[in-house]
């Protein structure tokens, strides 16, 4: 698993600071308050599988067949491990042009930061597009795509 999600409590116990941007709030269905909340609420979540990447081995609940959700729920109840929840972000939504038209769909947009003897944030960035109309997947490996990120001022 990632170590992300713990980004804030490391933050806190190596520089005693609290983060500025919050992290999105995630389940680690490992541990057993968690799993429970999962659990009742997959409708409304989308789990990930933590050994996935590309947007395999995921359940979003608002989008997801009662059958999808039952196979996740007996997934999670095998190996609790194997898994983390996150609420259903309403994504950003930016024009794109496809099919000879400007359409809307959802974007991440995925900043950069350069790291050596001074930290420099990069004026644009990656951003993911789900390309597929109305999905909230924006990995490549999923029919996803990417575009151009313009900065018109910092």
Same mark, same amino acid.
């Given at each position: ?17 609290? =983060? =500025? =941007? ?8 490992? @541990? @057993?308050?968690?799993?429970? #909340? ?5 409708? @409304? ?17 608002? #989008? ?8 996740? /729920?007996?997934? =999670?109840?095998?190996?609790? /491990? ?14 794109c042009f496809l099919e000879g038209e400007v359409q809307a769909r959802h974007v991440d947009l995925r900043p950069y930061i350069l ?17 597929? /109309? ?21």
């Amino acid at each position: 698993m990632g170590t992300r999600i713990y980004v804030p409590q490391m933050v806190k116990y190596y520089l005693d600071e609290d =983060i =500025i =941007i919050p992290n999105v709030p995630t389940f680690v269905c490992a @541990e @057993e308050s968690d799993r429970k #909340h999962v659990l009742a609420r997959l409708p @409304e979540l989308v789990v990930k599988a933590v050994g996935e990447s590309g947007g395999y081995g995921m359940l979003i609940g608002p #989008h997801s067949t009662k059958e999808e959700r039952e196979e996740f /729920r007996r997934r =999670i109840q095998a190996e609790p /491990r194997n898994y983390i929840a996150q609420p259903t972000l309403n994504l950003s939504r930016a024009p794109c042009f496809l099919e000879g038209e400007v359409q809307a769909r959802h974007v991440d947009l995925r900043p950069y930061i350069l790291y050596g003897e001074n930290v420099t944030l990069v004026a644009g960035g990656l951003t993911g597009v789900a390309l597929r /109309r109305g999905s909230l997947v924006v990995n490549s490996s999923q029919g996803g795509g990417s575009k151009d990120t313009w900065v018109l001022r910092q």
